[in-house]
């Protein structure tokens, strides 16, 4: 059953360096399925496409290719288990391939540095690595499998959006991430507006906050025990998210929230306790219990 | 007396796919579905195309701004049955603002932060201690320098 692929990991910001449990469950969950992850240097933030790209395209273009250079240098794809990471290198190659102005000028900075980005090598999400994987294939690892735990499945704009661009699913009826969370033995309640944002991006807290409890709420109703992310920044505004809702909108929803990654790690039999979880703000215990943990 | 400026549009990055607003027929299917327009009461994909196109957008790239309150959700994007893009639209003119001083100062001030350091978020003891704890290696250090070199 092993893959036997490897990939150069582009961890960015937001995992490594807030929410380090989320790479931990990754890195067992991902080696667990025969996916070898290369660690390499020289990468800087991705950087992310909410407000470096608002702040002038063509620096957020030059440091994007920047780190495809880089990772190509390396000579193999990318894995990212963000979807501001996806977004960002994606268009950034999607750019690339399509030669304009910004380009070129991105590409001769590049020369300074004696980089170059080809398009030969590309960058996947983990979700869609766990795609090509297939259902079989996850949930031949799968050891415990989560029987009795309801999750509502939150993709996040950017892995869906523009779909002509990421190409990963149907941008307003996707199926896929659903799919990878039943084969961990889960079952998936879809909930109204279950591709909506989880409205971290916009710039007023208060209008940011009501965006993310409308969700929670809608999840909620739908009977959900927790939520299954793909993207940390998902998961902060669902996580740390609640804490705040809780302070300013005076709603205390207290829906646990996951990577895949860690829902993957808990299925193929880790011990909840070894991946770091109590770092989260809502407690996820009452979902824990739920599968007998 | 707000002044129309045709010329205005041609000044919108074409790159990002931004430079396809004269295609508009202000069908609003950008709106239904935007987040930003269900909370704000002055935010509309559709007048923000419009406002563009014709040239009188200077309120949308002043000082506060309700660009700002786009969620980048893309929804607008594929919703639009022009290939207008309004989201990459209103990149564009928060690459205006910003270029004109006008942009909101978190926003500046990451973007400062990367090219700076390499990393959106500066490594900590705190999160090195919790890194060991998990078992995890030191977080990766960003090339700071190089950013430097190339865009300053
Ligand atoms: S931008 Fe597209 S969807 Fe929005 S009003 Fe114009 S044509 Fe319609
Ligand atoms: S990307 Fe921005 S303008 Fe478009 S629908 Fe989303 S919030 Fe509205």
Redesign the pocket.
């Known amino acids: 059953m092993a893959q036997n692929q490897e990939y150069t990991l582009f961890l960015g910001c937001m995992i490594p360096l807030r929410h380090p449990q989320i790479e931990l469950a990754s890195r067992k969950s991902l080696g667990a399925l025969g996916i070898t992850l290369k660690d390499a240097e020289g990468f800087t933030c991705c950087p992310e496409p909410w407000n470096f790209k608002g702040a002038g395209l063509e620096s957020w273009l030059t440091v994007a290719l920047r780190n495809l250079a880089v990772g190509e240098k390396k000579g193999r794809d990318m894995l990212v288990l963000c979807n501001g990471c996806y977004a960002t290198l994606t268009e950034a190659a999607h750019l690339a391939a399509c030669n304009g102005e910004a380009v070129k000028g991105a590409m001769d900075k590049l020369k300074s540095l004696k980089l170059s980005y080809s398009g030969k090598s590309s960058v996947r999400h983990v979700a869609s690595v766990l795609q090509d994987i297939g259902v079989d294939g996850i949930s031949g690892s799968v050891r415990r499998p989560l029987k009795g735990l309801k999750v509502a499945v939150h993709h996040g704009c950017h892995l869906l959006r523009p779909s002509e661009v990421m190409g990963f699913d149907d941008p307003f009826e996707p199926s896929v991430l659903e799919g990878l969370v039943e084969s961990l033995g889960a079952e998936v309640v879809r909930y109204e507006g279950y591709t909506d944002?989880c409205g971290n991006a916009t710039r007023d807290t208060e209008a940011s906050l009501r965006i993310g409890s409308e969700k929670i709420a809608a999840m909620k109703k739908a009977g959900a025990d927790c939520i299954a992310v793909v993207c940390p920044a998902c998961f902060e505004q669902f996580d740390l998210g609640q804490v705040e809702m809780k302070r300013r909108l005076k709603v205390d929803h207290r829906l646990p929230a996951f990577h895949y990654c860690q829902l993957l790690a808990i299925a193929q039999g880790e011990d909840p306790e070894s991946l770091g979880l109590d770092r989260h703000r809502i407690d996820v215990k009452p979902a824990l219990v739920k599968i007998g943990k | 007396m707000l002044k129309a400026d045709p010329g205005f549009k041609k000044t919108l990055s074409p790159v990002e796919g931004a430079g396809k607003l004269s295609y508009c027929y202000q069908c609003s299917a950008?709106v239904a579905?935007?987040?930003?327009?269900h909370n704000f009461n002055d935010f509309n994909?559709r007048e923000i195309v419009l406002a563009s196109l014709i040239g009188v957008a200077d309120y949308l790239t002043a000082k506060d701004s309700v660009i700002w309150q786009?969620?980048?959700?893309?929804?607008?994007?594929e919703r639009c049955p022009q290939g207008t893009h309004?989201?990459e639209v209103?990149n564009a003119l928060k690459n205006i603002s910003c270029a004109a001083g006008n942009g909101p100062e978190e926003v500046t001030s990451s973007r400062d932060n990367v090219l700076a350091n390499g990393s959106l978020i500066s490594p900590s003891e705190a999160i090195e201690k919790r890194r060991q704890e998990l078992g995890l290696d030191k977080a990766p250090v960003a090339p700071a320098g190089e950013l430097k070199k190339i865009l300053e």
């Not at chain 2, 786009?70 to 994007?77: F, G, P, Q, S």
């Open positions: 944002c | 950008c579905e935007c987040p930003a327009a994909p786009c969620t980048t959700c893309y929804k607008c994007y309004p989201v209103i």
